[in-house]
């Protein structure tokens, strides 16, 4: 097979949902984390590859190197098109990284013009009027609106992306997606000779990002969430069964969460309800110099191995302001990545084999720590949270890495519990 589609995602478990979505469109689809090199190795036969960065919260020059970087090696596998990976909340600035970074991309690729939509309808994410929904609100007026580091307190995404780059922003609204694939690229051409640049399209359904999908596919740059990175998949020529391995269901295993999203401390709750062993890392004592990691390693050994263990640093944002108002909003980060990490790294010594990470920045904490720079996208768990499957220093390791808004609030118990 040749690969059909590079993408770079601008975190970690964007990258996993993304590369999930293009599995669902039928396509082999590996998953390299951080900035790949020359020895970086993709699975044989892959129809997309996505390359997951940490640079979503970076500086805009720092996210538009690396991105650039990432593309140059995608087109070095065979690429001919690329998809830029944001999340479906459009975590962002009024000085980036979404916009810098799809001018950057543009540019290299002497693209004129793209498509931009973060919708992703099974995730309540939808784009109307060129506002952006979270269910039946406004991101603006949702829970979702308390991003530790890019609080998204507008919905206007033709204003948002407007304040991000010197080039016009434009709108293809509903009405005009639903007329179908014609009336769409009929829209893009008429918005290029106006001197559109960017171009966002509103989508309600799966159905309206797989007309995008179709609309977009020969534009050299697209941008989104994974919805319409999965109207892009299924707009590609059929390609063979992307056969994915049966969820795992032996070997210990393990949830670190660092998100404090609404949804992870859902999921949080749901465990520790359950019955389930569940500790709370605490992040002042940490940051104080007391041996939190070698405390939690201590309570993990006491813990009955046939269960599955929760350990978090996830916090209400009461909690959390309350946190970064003592350490500084960095260094609370800082610290959450460090122990989580450097916990991943002994839980696998220590004989776990599946391990489901919540939260984008501590999952990249996580894959760095442990070393793995390449997965094969197996089964999805819910959806935009799928099983990967890596080799360790210490054997395999099939990981979870989940954005900290995705899955059901029983994913915790139900992922790692559940057999087929």
């Known amino acids: 097979m040749t690969l059909r589609i590079g993408c770079i995602a601008d975190d ?21 984390f951080g900035a790949p090199d020359d020895t970086t190795v993709l699975p044989p036969d892959c129809d997309a590859a996505v390359v997951a960065l940490k640079s979503r919260s970076t500086p805009a020059d720092e996210a538009v190197t690396e991105s650039l970087a990432a593309q140059r090696w995608l087109w070095t596998k065979g690429a001919v098109q690329v998809y830029f990976k944001y999340c479906s909340t459009f975590d962002s600035t ?26 992703s309808p099974p995730n309540g994410r939808t ?19 308390h991003h530790p580091l890019n609080p998204m307190t507008d919905s206007a995404l033709v204003r948002l992306l ?6 016009k922003v434009a709108l293809i609204d509903w009405g005009t997606v639903r007329q179908g694939i014609e009336a769409v690229r009929d829209a893009v051409v008429a918005h290029q000779q106006a001197g559109i640049r960017h171009i ?33 998949g299924h707009a590609h020529p059929a390609a ?4 994915a391995e049966p969820r795992p269901h032996q070997g210990r295993a393990a949830v670190l ?16 309800a359950a019955g389930l062993p569940s500790l709370h890392l605490d992040v002042l004592a940490a940051a104080t110099g007391r041996d939190v990691t070698g405390e939690a390693l201590s309570w993990y050994d006491e813990q009955d191995p046939d269960l599955p263990v929760l350990i978090y640093a996830s916090a209400s944002p009461e909690e959390l302001a309350a946190v970064q108002a003592q350490l500084g909003v960095a260094e609370a980060a800082a610290q959450v990545e460090e122990l989580l990490g450097t916990l991943a790294a002994h839980l696998v010594e220590r004989g776990v084999r599946r391990l489901l990470v919540a939260g984008g920045e501590t999952s990249g904490a996580v894959t760095t720590a442990l070393g793995v720079r390449a997965v094969l996208v197996g089964e999805e768990a819910d959806p935009g949270v799928p099983w990967t499957y890596a080799a360790t220093g210490t054997g395999d390791l099939a990981l979870m890495l989940k954005s900290g808004n995705f899955g059901a609030p029983d994913l915790f118990t139900r992922a790692l519990t559940e057999t087929k």
């Open 94 to 119: 009024p000085h980036g990284n979404i916009g810098p970074v799809t001018d950057a991309l543009m540019d290299a690729a002497g693209a004129a013009v793209t498509l931009h939509c973060p919708a």
């Open 127 to 145: 784009v109307y009027q060129g506002h952006l929904f979270v269910h039946n609100q406004l991101l603006s007026d949702s829970p979702l609106r």
């Open 162 to 167: 407007s304040a991000q780059t010197p080039h």
């Open 257 to 272: 969460a660092g998100s404090c999203s609404a949804r992870t401390l859902e999921q949080i709750a749901q465990f520790y």
């Open 12 to 32: 970690f478990t964007g990258g996993t949902d993304v590369a999930a979505a293009f599995r669902r469109a039928g396509l082999r689809t590996a998953l390299v």
């Open 200 to 232: 966002i399209a509103d989508a309600l359904s799966d159905d309206d990002l797989a007309v995008l999908g179709a609309a977009a596919l020969e534009l050299p740059v697209v941008a989104g969430a994974a919805g319409l990175a999965e109207g892009l």
């Open 240 to 243: 063979g069964a992307a056969a």
